[in-house]
């Protein structure tokens, strides 16, 4: 082995060459780099309370707007209630004299009648629900509680309809005329 005593001074004046340029040249890009990310997370931090800001905004909105619908809603159903109670009694009235007259052969007829206003109903119940599935879970619950208005009426038309069907076979044509203007009633009035 050869001996060379300069070689530790060499090495320290390397290393010492080496500190000097990480200290001169990485230090102040270092230094720079999280100026940066300060910068960067003041930029976060202002995109993120515009965003807070926009989402409560479009609540706020959404939530009018969802106010308004149910409002609208239970004011329709409100109306169709009296009016289709007001036609029922109408109906009972006009044709409570002739009902006694009518037999029990009526009774399959007027379950053939029932079960397709139930099917036509269903329907109805079904065109309304996919037209208000693109709104929120607030929508969804308001629609929960109309629809349960709206079978709690079917239910009383449906026991009205019952009564008068079990005594008007003769009456079946003059019937079908008054159920086809109740469904188009209904059809007018969910429109």
């Not at 070689?7 to 780099?33: C, W």
Request: a negative charge; zero cysteines; aromatic letters at 4%.
């Amino acid at each position: 082995m050869i001996d060379a005593p300069f070689l530790p001074v060499a090495e320290s004046h390397v290393i010492q060459a080496i500190r000097k340029f990480l200290q001169d040249t990485l230090a102040p890009q270092i230094e720079g780099i999280r100026g940066d990310i300060r910068a960067l997370d003041a930029r976060v931090d202002t995109l993120d309370e515009k965003l807070s800001t926009r989402i409560d905004a479009l609540d706020e909105r959404l939530s009018a707007r969802v106010d308004a619908l149910d409002e609208k809603f239970s004011t329709r159903i409100d109306a169709l209630d009296e009016r289709l109670s007001a036609r029922v009694d109408t109906l009972d009235e006009k044709f409570s004299a002739r009902i006694d007259a009518l037999d029990a052969r009526f009774t399959h007829r007027t379950d053939t009648q029932d079960a397709m206003f139930a099917a036509r109903s269903d329907a109805l119940d079904e065109k309304l629900e996919s037209r208000f599935d693109g709104f929120d879970a607030r929508l969804r619950a308001v629609e929960a509680v109309h629809s349960a208005d709206f079978v709690r009426l079917e239910d009383k038309v449906h026991l009205r309809l019952e009564n008068m069907d079990a005594r008007l076979q003769a009456m079946n044509d003059k019937l079908d005329t008054h159920r086809r203007e109740l469904l188009a009633e209904i059809r007018a009035a969910l429109h």
